[in-house]
């Protein structure tokens, strides 16, 4: 089974907060595509407690960086 997906390649936020801020949009634009899932990639180790609390899953370790996944409920049109 093929899977639509959105991967998140550079995310930046001046003035912090930024899954808070923009998690909602980034899901709301890969649901309008379709997607079942967005996934970013990060050495930062500080996601392993952040990212679980908005929904992400770890899913595997690629080129020595963890792969975040945060799957979603797509709508039937």
Same mark, same amino acid.
């Given at each position: 089974?093929?899977?639509?997906?959105?991967? &998140?390649?550079?995310? $930046?936020?001046?003035?912090?907060?930024?899954?808070?801020?923009?998690?909602?949009?980034?899901?709301?634009? %890969?649901?309008?595509?379709? %997607?079942? +899932?967005?996934? +970013? $990639?990060?050495?930062?180790? =500080? +996601?392993?407690?952040?990212?679980?609390?908005? =929904? @992400? /899953?770890? +899913?595997?370790?690629?080129? $020595?960086? &963890? &792969? @975040? /996944?945060?799957?979603?409920?797509?709508?039937?049109?």
């Amino acid at each position: 089974m093929k899977h639509e997906y959105i991967q &998140v390649c550079v995310a $930046s936020c001046h003035g912090g907060d930024a899954i808070n801020r923009y998690l909602y949009h980034i899901i709301r634009l %890969a649901k309008c595509g379709r %997607a079942s +899932f967005i996934e +970013f $990639s990060t050495a930062r180790k =500080g +996601f392993n407690k952040v990212a679980p609390a908005y =929904g @992400w /899953r770890r +899913f595997c370790v690629r080129d $020595s960086l &963890v &792969v @975040w /996944r945060h799957f979603l409920e797509v709508c039937k049109a």
